[in-house]
């Protein structure tokens, strides 16, 4: 059974950083594709970044990128999503999710695991 817990979250001012983490166990999830969602209150869960567990191919949003970094501690199990430059529009519920493979995708559809979400709140 795959778990994953997200934590990280929190309360910063405009321009703050914070880094998520997401502790994954259950599998080996060497083909595994790891991605970030985010959804803010009323707004459907939109992507944020994903990363391929064995090759690194990583991809952004738009609205994110140069600021935000994915990236894998192997020895922990651990996906991080490094967040810089942090804007009150980036305020949401942050999931993390999985999906088996190692084609990286964006569409929240494809993904069978998520977190249980770490709340983000950017004040301006």
């Known amino acids: 059974q795959?778990?994953?817990?997200?934590?990280?979250?929190?309360?910063?001012?405009?321009?703050?950083?914070?880094?998520l983490s997401c502790a994954a166990s259950g599998r080996t999830f060497s083909y595994y594709?790891?991605?970030?969602?985010?959804?803010?209150?009323?707004?459907?869960?939109?992507?944020?970044?994903v990363l391929s567990w064995s090759g690194g191919n990583t991809y952004y949003a738009d609205s994110v990128k140069g600021r935000f970094t994915v990236s894998i501690d192997n020895a922990k199990n651990t996906v991080y999503l490094q967040m810089n430059s942090l804007k009150p529009e980036d305020t949401a519920v942050y999931y993390c999710a999985a999906r088996s493979g190692t084609v990286v995708l964006r569409n929240r559809s494809a993904y069978d695991y998520w977190g249980q979400g770490t709340q983000v709140t950017v004040s301006s």
């Not at 817990?5 to 703050?16: H, M």
């Not at 970030?36 to 459907?44: C, D, I, L, S, T």
């Open 2 to 19: 795959v778990q994953l817990v997200e934590s990280g979250g929190g309360l910063v001012q405009a321009g703050g950083s914070l880094r």
């Open 33 to 49: 594709v790891m991605g970030w969602f985010r959804q803010a209150p009323g707004k459907e869960r939109e992507f944020v970044a």
